[in-house]
């Protein structure tokens, strides 16, 4: 079974053991990715999309940890530069927060744009990894 979304939630849901392995594992590792200890996820997830939906997404999992990448960046690698707007939707489409990281993606000019997670939440996950991966001692350094 695939996982075929993460999403954020407002209010805490009921925790449960009787839940099937692939979102246990997952909730799991997205644990230990909070805790600090993990940086690659080796969940099954997959989402449905279009193939170029399918192309930013494996796109976005290529993106370090504790890295971030521009639109424009991601969108010459991927074809040219001008599909940055449709790279856009694209990562604005993902379903799987966290574990295809659209977070990193920021604009040209390093600002934080475009986060379907709302933006304080791209914000605090890019600090929470530059805390772990470039060894800061508090997450507002």
Same mark, same amino acid.
């Given at each position: 079974?695939?996982?075929?979304?993460?999403?954020?939630?407002?209010?805490?849901?009921?925790?449960?053991?009787?839940?099937?392995?692939?979102?246990?594992?997952?909730?799991?590792?997205?644990?230990?990715? %909070?805790?600090?200890?993990?940086?690659?996820?080796?969940?099954?997830?997959?989402?449905?999309?279009?193939?170029?939906?399918?192309?930013?997404?494996?796109?976005?999992?290529?993106i370090p940890y504790?890295?971030?990448?521009?639109?424009?960046?991601?969108?010459?690698?991927?074809?040219?530069?001008?599909?940055?707007?449709?790279?856009?939707?694209?990562?604005?489409?993902?379903?799987? %927060?966290?574990?295809?990281?659209?977070?990193?993606?920021?604009?040209?000019?390093?600002?934080?744009?475009?986060?379907?997670?709302?933006?304080?939440?791209?914000?605090?996950?890019?600090?929470?990894?530059?805390?772990?991966? %470039?060894?800061?001692?508090?997450? %507002?350094?």
């Open positions: 079974t695939l996982v075929n979304s993460v999403l954020f939630v407002n209010n805490k849901g009921l925790e449960s053991d009787d839940l099937p392995f692939n979102i246990l594992e997952c909730k799991r590792q997205l644990r230990e990715y %909070f805790d600090g200890s993990r940086r690659i996820f080796t969940i099954n997830a997959e989402q449905k999309g279009s193939p170029f939906q399918q192309i930013v997404w494996r796109q976005l999992r290529e504790g890295k971030k990448i521009s639109y424009l960046q991601i969108a010459k690698q991927i074809a040219n530069e001008k599909i940055v707007r449709a790279l856009g939707n694209a990562n604005g489409k993902n379903k799987i %927060f966290i574990l295809i990281p659209c977070h990193r993606v920021v604009g040209t000019d390093g600002s934080l744009v475009g986060y379907a997670g709302e933006l304080w939440r791209k914000d605090w996950l890019l600090k929470h990894e530059a805390r772990f991966a %470039f060894g800061m001692n508090s997450l %507002f350094d």
